[in-house]
């Protein structure tokens, strides 16, 4: 059973950075594709970015491109989320989640996902 912890999450200004991390536990997390969603007040939850069991594809929605950065660390069983030039409309509660995933079509899908975390909330001001 894998389980998942995600932290780094604050209350920041418009422009600042932030990192995410997102730790497992349980599990073979290497074997999993894992991604980010958020999910606004009042909003549906929607994907952020996603990165393959070996790190070597990533992709990432078009309101995040060029500013998020997603990796991992399958040694330390971490995943990050490395978010730059920061808006209020990337304010949201953050969540991480895993799954085996095989298709590309499915990377943006929740229901693809098996494993989610609590999330944590990241607050951009303007």
């Known amino acids: 059973q894998v389980q998942l912890a995600e932290s780094g999450g604050g209350l920041v200004q418009a422009g600042d950075s932030l990192r995410l991390s997102c730790a497992r536990s349980?599990?073979?997390?290497?074997?999993?594709?894992v991604a980010w969603f958020r999910q606004a007040l009042g909003k549906e939850r929607e994907f952020v970015a996603v990165?393959?069991?070996?790190?070597?594809?990533?992709y990432y929605a078009d309101s995040v491109k060029g500013r998020f950065s997603i990796s991992r660390d399958n040694a330390k069983n971490t995943m990050y989320l490395q978010m730059n030039s920061l808006k209020p409309e990337d304010s949201a509660v953050y969540y991480c989640a895993a799954g085996v995933i095989l298709s590309g079509r499915d990377y943006s899908r929740l229901s693809a996902y098996d494993y989610w975390g609590q999330g944590t909330q990241v607050t951009v001001s303007s």
């Open positions: 990165i393959r069991w070996n790190g070597g594809i990533t």
């Open positions: 349980g599990g073979t997390f290497s074997m999993y594709t």
